[in-house]
């Protein structure tokens, strides 16, 4: 998706540590008429799916899969990180390595919120090693729902997590791929597409 290319170039700060800091329009400050076209491009491509609902998870992801929820009509369900597992039998739960935090989460979602009968859309913001994507994933399958595919705004390339989902047969969209990037001259090469 080019704008969101052309918005990556211009305000994305590459850090050490293969981070790409977007906080003035996609992580803290959030860029609402951007979020819009996302919302409209993944409602583009995800048009021939029988979709009722879109997952993501917190924080970051709530923002883009609300905005993306208002072009397909359906509600959002975001998984939560919790500090510890309330074991009564009312949750699936997963645990996630976080990518930026270096930290393990138990992540729950509510059994009363995705059920047999879903058809999932999952959304997030960012697709590193996948930890994320795969907790999402094994919380859909707790719960005999279908995955009708995953988008995602930014892909970081030349990290593992797209070819591990890709591998597992689900349907992946990314709105922009960053295949190379380097912290000492900015330089953020994207894949074509
Ligand atoms: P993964 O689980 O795929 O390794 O990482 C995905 C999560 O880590 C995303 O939800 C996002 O919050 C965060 N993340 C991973 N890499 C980056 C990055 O380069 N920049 C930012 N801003 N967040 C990232």
């Known amino acids: 998706m080019k704008l969101l290319e052309d918005r990556i170039r211009k305000d994305g700060v590459v850090k050490a540590g293969n981070v790409l800091k977007v906080d003035s329009f996609l992580n803290h400050q959030m860029d609402i008429k951007l979020f819009n076209?996302?919302?409209r491009e993944f409602k583009r491509l995800f048009a021939d799916r029988p979709i009722n609902k879109i997952l993501t998870i917190e924080a970051s992801g709530i923002g883009i899969a609300c905005i993306a929820?208002?072009?397909?009509?359906?509600?959002?369900?975001?998984?939560?990180?919790?500090?510890?597992?309330?074991?009564?039998?009312?949750?699936?739960s997963t645990k996630i390595?976080?990518?930026t935090h270096n930290k393990v989460?138990?992540?729950?979602v509510s059994k009363k919120y995705i059920n047999t009968t879903d058809h999932i859309l999952i959304i997030d913001?960012?697709?590193?090693?996948?930890?994320?994507?795969e907790g999402l994933i094994d919380l859909v399958k707790s719960a005999g729902a279908t995955i009708e595919g995953i988008g995602i705004c930014i892909e970081k390339g030349f990290q593992q997590g797209g070819d591990i989902i890709r591998k597992k047969g689900v349907r992946l969209e990314s709105l922009a791929i960053v295949e190379s990037m380097n912290d000492e001259t900015g330089e953020i090469v994207f894949r074509e597409q």
């Open 105 to 108: 989460y138990d992540v729950i």
């Open 97 to 99: 390595q976080s990518f």
């Open 125 to 133: 913001d960012f697709l590193a090693n996948g930890c994320a994507l």
């Open 69 to 92: 929820a208002q072009h397909f009509g359906v509600p959002v369900v975001f998984a939560k990180k919790a500090q510890s597992i309330n074991i009564d039998g009312e949750v699936y």
């Open 37 to 39: 076209e996302m919302g």
